[in-house]
């Protein structure tokens, strides 16, 4: 089947500091992979996205990249701040599963000054 | 992209009662979903709400506990029935427009059963 596979947090960072957040998947069919990102107490909001192997997804400062023969889409930031503390989350979704996105468990991002 | 929204946007209840959540959106989608999110966990689908007909449940998921209405392409309720403290959860409704491969949610619904 498909899954999801997220690094375990809390991840905690002083302000600037470099950010990954790895995500590797198991995929039945060829997936689109996204980060979603959760800020305290909000829903969840699509941050990045990519649909083919090798495209870089990017938003904010924050990239990912469509690793193919890794089965990969880590998270990256060159610079974190205080208001990027939330919990990321790494999804995908596979056409001949339907509508279907399967979650990883999500990573808390701790950012101190 | 679209503009969801969910009323209430929290709610504490006491067991074996029931409570339904709306979602609606600013324009017209095509699918509609409902997710739970349990209290340090990820997202679980549930359901997804089929305007004019029956919502298709997941595993786990049946139409007595959760039942789900969509009357039209932007309005869609959750109920939650006879509630349990195992219920307490953040409860979520998500759209995905057209052949769109983004799919977006609502702030969410935290209910808390006593």
């Known amino acids: 089947g498909n899954s999801v596979t997220q690094m375990e947090g809390p991840v905690t960072l002083s302000e600037e500091a470099f950010l990954t957040i790895n995500c590797t998947y198991t995929?039945?069919?060829?997936?689109?992979l996204f980060w979603y990102v959760q800020y305290p107490g909000e829903g969840l909001q699509l941050l990045l996205k990519?649909?083919?192997?090798?495209d870089k997804g990017s938003n904010k400062g924050f990239e990912a990249t469509y690793r193919k023969e890794t089965t990969s889409f880590h998270l990256e930031k060159g610079s974190v701040q205080v208001s990027d503390s939330a919990v990321y989350f790494c999804?995908?979704?596979?056409?001949?599963?339907?509508?279907?996105?399967?979650f990883g468990g999500g990573t808390r991002l701790m950012v101190k000054p | 992209s679209a503009v969801i929204s969910q009323k209430p946007s929290r709610d504490i209840c006491q067991r074996g009662t029931s409570l339904t959540i709306q979602c609606q959106v600013d324009?017209?989608?095509?699918?509609m979903f409902w997710y739970r999110q349990q209290p340090g966990q990820s997202l679980t689908l549930i359901a997804t709400?089929?305007?004019?007909?029956?919502?298709?449940?997941e595993s786990g998921f049946v139409i007595d506990k959760f039942p789900i209405s969509r009357p039209n392409l932007t309005f869609s309720t959750l109920t939650v029935s006879n509630m349990s403290p195992e219920d307490s959860s953040i409860y979520l409704c998500?759209?995905?427009?057209?052949?769109?491969?983004?799919?977006?949610f609502g702030p969410g619904t935290r209910l808390t059963v006593t």
């Open positions: 998500s759209v995905r427009t057209g052949s769109s491969y983004e799919q977006y």
């Open positions: 990519a649909t083919k192997a090798d």
């Open positions: 999804a995908l979704r596979v056409n001949n599963a339907g509508n279907m996105l399967t």
């Open positions: 995929a039945t069919g060829y997936p689109s």
């Open positions: 324009s017209q989608v095509t699918m």
């Open positions: 709400a089929n305007q004019g007909s029956e919502a298709t449940y």
